[in-house]
């Protein structure tokens, strides 16, 4: 079961900041929060993941609440070829040891002109 | 930077026969890699982890006699589905990841489209 919840659609216009929510309340606390996106019937792309601290990188921002409940990507400049399925992932350690990711539904962003 | 190919990209085969998916890391080597299926507007779920040079690891409710997968080589992984029917069809992933480490938790192909008929 996924560890995360997003909302399933979100708009945003092009060149604006698109701010895209997460949950994952039940994190433990050496489980990494990733974030990758996909575009229609291509593989997923890494943007960017974290602990606990805020995280930036040529992609995105990446903030983390206090108690590591929630976390928002963020997307400084969203362009049209923004517009793809982001998924909020958990990395988890399975019974023996291995790590794995635990995906949900995504959030479909638009980006609009 | 790291490349993971797949090939097909796409598929059609009849129902009952087999099929052979291929995953490659181009320019890294992958100890680990992973399979996952997406059906239509639906997540990616895991099917599989695979260590090279031992056997893969099934998630729960993925028949391992009928989704075979081999990972002989650290830049080699396959993903054969045996007597393939219509609800097989779906689209197929893998990834790996970087035996040297890195930030990245794994790199991902970019798909093959398997249609049963």
């Known amino acids: 079961d996924a560890k995360t919840t997003q909302p399933p659609s979100m708009d945003c216009a092009e060149g604006r900041a698109a701010n895209l929510p997460c949950n994952h309340s039940?994190?433990?606390?050496?489980?990494?929060v990733y974030w990758y996106r996909q575009i229609h019937s291509q593989g997923p792309q890494y943007i960017i993941h974290?602990?606990?601290?805020?995280e930036t990188n040529e992609m995105a921002s990446l903030i983390i609440t206090e108690d590591r409940k929630s976390s928002t990507l963020i997307l400084p400049h969203a362009t049209l070829r923004d517009t793809a399925v982001y998924y909020c992932?958990?990395?988890?350690?399975?019974?023996?040891?291995?790590?794995?990711?635990?995906w949900g539904l995504g959030t479909s962003l638009a980006v609009n002109p | 930077g790291a490349v993971v190919s797949q090939h097909p990209s796409w598929v059609i085969c009849k129902s009952g026969t087999s099929v052979k998916i291929e995953c490659r890391s181009l320019?890294?080597?992958?100890?680990?890699m992973f399979w996952y299926r997406q059906f239509p507007k639906q997540s990616l779920m895991l099917m599989a982890t695979?260590?090279?040079?031992?056997?893969?690891?099934?998630e729960q409710g993925v028949e391992k006699d009928k989704f075979l997968i081999n990972h002989a080589s650290l830049t080699l992984s396959t993903l054969t589905v045996t007597s393939a029917h219509p609800e097989d069809s779906s689209f197929y992933i893998c990834?790996?990841?970087?035996?040297?480490?890195?930030?990245?938790?794994?790199?991902f192909g970019p798909g093959t489209r398997l249609t049963v008929t």
């Open positions: 990834s790996a990841r970087d035996s040297k480490g890195g930030i990245y938790e794994q790199y």
């Open positions: 320019d890294f080597q992958a100890t680990t």
């Open positions: 695979s260590n090279e040079g031992s056997k893969a690891t099934y």
């Open positions: 039940t994190i433990s606390g050496n489980e990494y």
């Open positions: 974290g602990l606990k601290n805020n």
């Open positions: 992932i958990v990395r988890v350690y399975n019974a023996g040891n291995n790590r794995k990711l635990i």
